[in-house]
């Protein structure tokens, strides 16, 4: 044992003693990387060093842009881009907030989108770029259309088709709506040809949709035929739907008499279980077999709102309409502002989608009144013209000025109900207006 216990002794000490060794020679001969960093910090003066730092602040990469900085499309960037039109961007964000905050102006997309477009404007970071963070979410679920889609399958849960059922009819409202969409093309397509703009079919059928003021469905389309345009479009389209209650009133009243207004509906029929649970099964099947371009909307609307009335997976149901609509809302909203970089949004085209964009929004709501105002001159039920302005797919906004323009000349005249049936009709025809556009230009 005493052996033993000598030997196990006598090793500790050779250990010990080439521990010391090595460690000597490590402190006598420092590596090479140690070596060249003490040379660095001797070859760089204190001065020299803080004026190195400064040259990476965004404030000399605004007055003194890079030139090796690329835009997040791989591009190069003009100098206004990276200087000037950075600062007039900012401003821009900080507009789109006051407009989200204190106006309460469709806060739940606007603000995303506004923090966005502050992120994507920031210099040298290159947060929009490929391997930016905003850069990963476009590529993960804008490139692809899976955030627009699964923002319908929301949608589609919080919407009731039963006003739309109890009265068949008003579905022509929402349909009619949709001749902004079309008319917008039109023009953009003129204009194009005066050499006014020099937007594509594909660059025109994207702005168009703006009419339809479905959010959703814009950004799906603007991926698919322009994603140069996605920024501007999905801002003007935002912007229009917040703006309802502005734009629509004027033009409700412009095209209607005191005592078209004052018209009252009959009390909407009961729609049974079953009804509503065929519906979202028969619109699905009819997009397959006449417009399966229409479908991926088409059928995540459906979808969603068939979990809702199965009323067996309330779960599933209750995860749409909140968290998981929520968490897309927000991821969405930063990827669209990933695309108000200076050098993408602030180009002469970008104008012309704002003036197209409020156009296209005006005719829709001008054509569902008109349409209305149609259908009276045949005999049947009256229908107060006031609700075919809700035919754009604002849901349920435009529904709810409609009603708030009708009681401000009767306050007994309730309308509410009565918009929706063309509001949810109008988030169907703008998703086969969509697939139109794309079954012809895509």
Same mark, same amino acid.
């Given at each position: ?9 006598a ?8 521990s ?6 490590? %402190? $006598? ?56 039109? &950075? ?92 001749f ?29 949709i ?15 035929l ?9 801002? %003007? ?44 099964i ?15 909307l088409?059928? %995540? ?64 709501? %001008? ?12 005999p ?8 075919g302005? $809700? ?6 906004? $435009?529904? &709810? ?42």
């Open positions: 044992m005493k052996s033993i216990v000598l030997k196990l002794s090793l500790m000490m050779l250990f010990a003693f080439t010391t060794a090595v460690a000597s020679e490590h %402190a $006598a001969a420092p590596s090479v990387n140690s070596m060249h960093q003490e040379e660095t910090y001797k070859s760089k003066p204190m001065g020299t060093m803080i004026v190195d730092f400064l040259k990476t602040t965004g404030v000399v990469a605004l007055m003194h842009p890079r030139a090796d900085e690329m835009s997040a499309t791989g591009k190069p960037m003009s100098d206004f881009s990276k200087g000037v039109g &950075r600062l007039i961007m900012f401003g821009v964000v900080f507009l789109l907030f006051y407009l989200a905050i204190a106006k309460g102006f469709e806060p739940l997309l606007l603000l995303p989108i506004a923090f966005g477009g502050l992120l994507a404007n920031i210099p040298i970071a290159g947060i929009a770029g490929p391997h930016g963070f905003l850069g990963v979410i476009y590529q993960a679920g804008l490139s692809n259309e899976l955030f627009p889609i699964i923002i319908f399958m929301g949608v589609g849960a919080m919407t009731d088709f039963g006003p739309l059922l109890s009265n068949p009819k008003t579905a022509l409202l929402g349909g009619a709506a949709q902004g969409i079309f008319g917008t093309l039109v023009g953009a397509v003129i204009l194009s040809q005066m050499g006014l703009v020099d937007f594509t079919l594909k660059q025109a059928s994207a702005i168009s703006i009419g339809g003021a479905d959010g959703p469905t814009s950004i799906f389309i603007a991926t698919k322009s994603p140069e345009l996605l920024g501007a479009i999905a801002v %003007a389209s935002y912007s229009y739907m917040a703006m309802v209650p502005i734009i629509q009133p004027p033009i409700m009243k412009a095209l209607t008499n005191e005592q078209e207004r004052k018209i009252k509906m009959s009390t909407l029929r009961h729609v049974s279980r079953m009804e509503k649970l065929v519906f979202p028969v619109v699905l099947m009819l997009a397959i077999l006449v417009l399966p371009e229409s479908t991926p088409i059928g %995540a609307f459906m979808f969603g709102n068939f979990l809702k009335e199965s009323g067996v997976v309330e779960r599933l149901s209750d995860t749409l309409q909140n968290g998981l609509i929520n968490i897309v809302t927000i991821f969405l909203g930063i990827g669209v502002g990933s695309k108000l970089a200076a050098d993408q949004f602030l180009v002469p085209e970008t104008l012309f989608i704002m003036a197209l964009g409020v156009i296209a929004f005006s005719v829709g709501t %001008a054509a569902g009144v008109l349409m209305a105002k149609l259908m009276n001159l045949f049947g039920t009256k229908i107060n013209p006031l609700i302005s $809700a035919g754009v797919s604002a849901v349920p906004m $435009a529904a &709810r000025v409609s009603n708030k323009v009708g009681m401000e000349y009767d306050k007994t005249n309730m309308l509410l109900m009565h918009a929706m049936g063309p509001n949810v009709a109008g988030v169907i025809g703008s998703a086969v207006a969509a697939g139109v556009l794309i079954s012809l230009f895509a």
